[in-house]
């Protein structure tokens, strides 16, 4: 109930915004003055060549490197509003799962142009976000340009999904198999797990971004009676029966390599768990959704069909 009416809350403001935000407000040199708050956006702006007119990124901007100098303004979902004045923003540009509330209304009552945008787990949706984007940062050529890019490398991604579902399928032999996770022609069931320390460690279900990467590189979410992400537990790993186990680098890192993982409840007693079926990718790069998808989909395929 929490979280609807949260949604329901950020819906109205986006409406409002949306009512009361006119034209670009532009700097008195010529420029804007943007502060981005998603590492998606970020390295969106920066491909759409608007670094120059960067003041300031949350601490999820990572890629490019350049986006790490930025003046910080805090984690997306933590944003203070004195830091974010301090920057003097002509434009705060959002997704709208940033926060809180009370954070944006703050920013809209100082008539700082904030604009909030869908994050669409879906590779039109990232089109869509990406001009919306160059039209806010007065790049709409180059916003046309990059998005004819990304068409052409999500045709070739789709390529190399197709190439590692058939090299998995030729390596699993005949269905049923003794030792083979599923039988040919079937998707690997990857559990996906999120953890920025053992003491925080949560599963996707339905709805994430996990969830359409693993639709997008042709595997199947082993957890799908629920939305979102739940905290693990034995029972549901053991459940699940993943043939894969997915995390982040970040998280990978955090739990201290693969045995570190391995003791987070039930993942030792999955199959995933007991072959040491596990496979690790870049957070922004795999979970972002930003211009870098298709080559995020494509290497996400090779590793999960080779793994599992």
């Not at 197709?162 to 022609?185: H, I």
């Not at 680098?249 to 072959?275: K, V, W």
Request: positive net charge; proline residues 6%; aromatic residues 4%.
């Amino acid at each position: 109930m929490q979280l609807l009416n949260r949604r329901r809350c950020v819906v109205g403001l986006a409406a409002s915004l949306v009512a009361t935000q006119g034209p670009v407000a532009w700097a008195k040199d010529g420029q804007q003055r943007i502060v981005s708050v998603g590492g998606a956006l970020t390295e969106t702006l920066f491909a759409l060549g608007a670094q120059a007119d960067l003041v300031g990124a949350d601490t999820t901007s990572l890629h490019p490197e350049a986006a790490r100098r930025l003046p910080s303004v805090g984690y997306a979902r933590a944003l203070s509003a004195e830091g974010l004045l301090s920057l003097r923003p002509s434009l705060v540009v959002a997704t709208k799962d940033a926060g809180p509330l009370p954070v944006l209304r703050q920013l809209e009552a100082a008539r700082v142009r904030l604009v909030l945008l869908d994050a669409d787990h879906r590779f039109e949706g990232v089109l869509a976000r990406t001009r919306r984007l160059a039209e806010l940062c007065g790049r709409a050529a180059a916003g046309q340009t990059l998005a004819a890019q990304m068409q052409q490398d999500w045709q070739a991604a789709q390529a190399s999904v197709k190439a590692a579902v058939q090299v998995r399928q030729r390596s699993q032999g005949s269905p049923g198999s003794p030792g083979s996770p599923g039988s040919t022609g079937t998707r690997p069931k990857v559990l996906f797990v999120l953890s920025h320390s053992m003491a925080q460690v949560r599963v996707s279900g339905r709805d994430t971004a996990a969830d359409a990467m693993l639709a997008y590189a042709g595997a199947a979410n082993a957890l799908t009676s629920f939305d979102g992400y739940k905290p693990l537990t034995p029972e549901a790993a053991i459940a699940a029966a993943p043939d894969i186990i997915l995390v982040t680098d970040q998280g990978l890192q955090a739990a201290g390599g693969i045995d570190g993982l391995l003791s987070a409840p039930g993942l030792a007693q999955t199959p995933a768990g007991r072959a040491r079926r596990v496979v690790a990718q870049d957070a922004l790069l795999m979970l972002g959704f930003g211009p870098r998808l298709p080559q995020a989909v494509a290497a996400l395929a090779r590793a999960l069909h080779s793994a599992g």
